[in-house]
């Protein structure tokens, strides 16, 4: 079925840098996602972005973070500076616009800041 | 407070059992209900998904049963297998399209052969 790409794997940083997690959507998708998922637990949603602007952002979705995604480049999540509890895999997911339409997610980027 | 609840963390069935897994939501205006399947070092995938006009959806072994009036769902998952054995999420949304997925927190399955 149609993939995310999630670049890279796992990354660790230190306390204070910045970070920019890269995903590569589904070609045809317009709704783009980031989700936030702590050892395995709950997924939580942080931020949605469509036609080149955010929807909805949730509280977690803190002025340290930002998205973006320049023409026909990667989605991007960047944390500027990252904090401790930044630590978790972050997911990012794409959609079809309409309603129903299914979310597909990728496998994910672990985050560890050190 | 949490909007989407499932009710257990962790279920063991033997393989040819019906797993049941619950879950809850707090919001009227959530209309749509996927259960995503999650295998360790993987992303979520989508497993089935019921709009709240319907009672009830079936594909497959994989079964959702919606009360809209208690705010309740339940996933079946008949016949089970060793390879179903994997983290289930509940989520929901106000369908509109590109809206926000809230997950509930999870149900680890776990099948005994």
């Known amino acids: 079925g149609p993939k995310v790409l999630q670049i890279p794997s796992h990354q660790i940083i230190d306390m204070g840098q910045m970070v920019t997690l890269n995903c590569d959507p589904v070609s045809n998708h317009l709704y783009f996602y980031w989700y936030k998922q702590i050892l395995g637990q709950q997924m939580e949603f942080l931020v949605n972005f469509y036609n080149g602007k955010v929807m909805e952002k949730s509280k977690l979705f803190k002025d340290q973070f930002s998205v973006e995604r320049p023409d026909g480049s990667y989605f991007t999540l960047k944390i500027q500076p990252t904090a401790l509890e930044d630590s978790a895999v972050y997911f990012c997911?794409?959609?079809?616009?309409?309603?129903?339409?299914?979310?597909?997610f990728g496998k994910g980027t672990r985050l560890t800041v050190v | 407070q949490q909007q989407v609840r499932q009710s257990s963390q962790s279920l063991t069935v033997w393989e040819g059992e019906t797993a049941i897994l619950n879950c809850s939501y707090e919001n009227s205006a959530f209309d749509y209900f996927p259960w995503y399947q999650q295998f360790p070092g993987e992303g979520p995938a989508l497993l089935i998904a019921?709009?709240?006009?319907?009672d009830k959806k079936e594909d497959g072994r994989f079964t959702i049963f919606f009360n809209k009036r208690e705010k309740n769902l339940s996933l079946h998952i008949k016949d089970s297998q060793p390879g179903d054995s994997a983290t289930y999420f509940c989520?929901?949304?106000?369908?509109?399209?590109?809206?926000?997925?809230?997950f509930g927190t999870g149900t680890t399955v776990s099948v005994s052969p």
């Open positions: 019921i709009r709240s006009v319907s």
């Open positions: 997911a794409s959609s079809l616009v309409g309603e129903g339409t299914e979310v597909f």
């Open positions: 989520a929901a949304s106000a369908d509109q399209g590109g809206r926000a997925l809230i």
